[in-house]
């Protein structure tokens, strides 16, 4: 008589190597003082705000951080959506700021490090309050 053993197969981490976090594909939006503040999050409304955003990503997410760094540093970068090369050197910069390392990622650390992000007036719009940001730790 055999024994089969079957056995779920888990990927592990080196020790001390960090996980990538899960790509952003969305924002959350968080009332405030002034506004409606956007987060790059998981899935619409979520509030899962520990995600990725790097080259090659799309969408809303990308735009929001694209928007902060026009709005609140000065960046020219396009609002299209796309996480190109402009957009990866912008967050570089950021990071530079923070003095995180400069990946040229948006993720859960350079978010914490105080990543800025601008205040819309109302809920439906991408217009911005002029000169009002978060630093989004």
């Known amino acids: ?17 960090a996980q990538a976090a899960p790509s952003c594909n969305s924002f959350t939006t968080y009332t405030v003082n002034e506004g ?3 987060v790059p999050s998981i899935g619409w409304a979520t509030g899962n ?6 080259r090659g990503n799309v969408g ?14 000065g960046e020219a970068l396009s609002e299209d959506g796309e996480f190109g090369s402009r957009t990866e050197a912008a967050v570089r910069r950021e990071q530079a700021r ?16 105080g990543f800025p992000l601008p205040v ?18």
């Open 1 to 17: 008589m055999a024994l089969l053993f079957a056995a779920a197969l888990v990927p592990l981490a080196a020790p001390g190597v």
């Open 98 to 113: 923070r003095g995180v390392s400069q990946d040229g990622r948006y993720g859960p650390i350079t978010r914490r490090a």
């Open 49 to 54: 705000i520990n995600c990725d955003l790097g």
């Open 36 to 38: 409606y503040l956007r």
């Open 120 to 137: 819309f007036p109302t809920f439906e719009t991408w217009n911005k309050v002029a000169g009002v940001c978060y630093n989004v730790g």
């Open 60 to 73: 809303d997410a990308v735009r929001v951080i694209q928007v902060g760094l026009n709005s609140c540093r």
